[in-house]
């Protein structure tokens, strides 16, 4: 079946059961997902129910679709995402992003777990994505072209919205919350880097890494969205402490979430 009928299929079942417009879309990471509970006049979908949805099978991914009203945006938020580690294709992690599109989305909001590679950074730290580095070996694009959402070879110089970042960095500012900034490196996992590819990773210029986010910003430059990212750093990078395990990663997420929910609800407030 091809993308655009998919899409139509999809689009018929969620606005049958009240999803409307779109403002922005927002994809939340690993134990990040409470941010839900702000939403109002709500409408909750499980992944498993929507058609050509996938589902997630990772810890701290509800795997909801919510959609309603936060800080004076419709917004489209998934809660929980879909990895290529889970075996999905490019194509059905993405999927989401298309959507979006197609209820009329003009921005896109994602946010990770990531381990940090900057030794100045330190776990619990909210980092603005500044760019990112590729390294899983993948491009969602591969294949024949979206005609319908953009370009065959779409422009990533500008992949992180100049402006997004300096309304993110003004939010952080009024609520007294440190943002750092940097460059975000994505690899596929499931397995951990090992301490000379994180050595590698902070020669050519990477601040994290993480094991998602760069298919769906990709996704989401192509279809004409604006994107903001923010990555929770929630360890530091393999090398840099002792051994590493996802239970760490959501118990850093649990203490990150107060200032992150307080800083997604003032950057959505100030944006167009």
Do not use: W
Not at 10 to 36: F, H, M, N, P, W
Not at 88 to 95: D, G, K, N
Not at 112 to 127: C, E, R, T, Y
Not at 252 to 268: A, V
């Amino acid at each position: 079946m091809k993308l655009i009928d998919k899409l139509n299929e999809t689009l018929t079942y969620l606005q049958a059961r009240g999803v409307g417009k779109v403002d922005l879309g927002l994809i939340l990471g690993s134990g990040l997902g409470e941010l839900a509970d702000e939403i109002n006049s709500t409408v909750r979908i499980d992944y498993a129910n929507i058609p050509h949805f996938q589902k997630t099978t990772v810890t701290g991914h509800a795997g909801c679709l919510i959609y309603g009203e936060l800080s004076g945006k419709q917004v489209l938020l998934m809660q929980g995402r879909f990895h290529f580690y889970e075996g999905y294709s490019m194509a059905e992690i993405t999927y989401p992003v298309r959507l979006m599109t197609k209820l009329g989305a003009r921005g896109l909001i994602v946010t990770n777990a990531a381990g940090g590679v900057n030794a100045a950074f330190k776990p619990s730290d909210l980092m603005l994505i500044s760019d990112h580095i590729n390294y899983n070996g993948q491009n969602p694009l591969i294949g024949e072209n979206a005609e319908a959402f953009g370009t065959r070879f779409p422009d990533m110089s500008a992949a992180y919205d100049k402006e997004y970042r300096q309304i993110a960095k003004k939010a952080a500012s009024q609520l007294d919350i440190d943002l750092v900034e940097g460059i975000y490196m994505f690899f596929s996992g499931p397995s951990y880097e090992t301490p000379a590819e994180i050595r590698f990773a902070r020669t050519i210029g990477a601040d994290a890494v993480g094991m998602s986010s760069v298919p769906e910003v990709i996704v989401a430059r192509h279809s004409g969205l604006r994107v903001l990212g923010i990555s929770a750093i929630s360890n530091y990078a393999s090398g840099m402490q002792g051994t590493l395990d996802h239970s760490e990663i959501i118990s850093i997420t649990e203490k990150i979430k107060p200032k992150f929910k307080e800083l997604i609800k003032q950057i959505l407030e100030e944006l167009d």
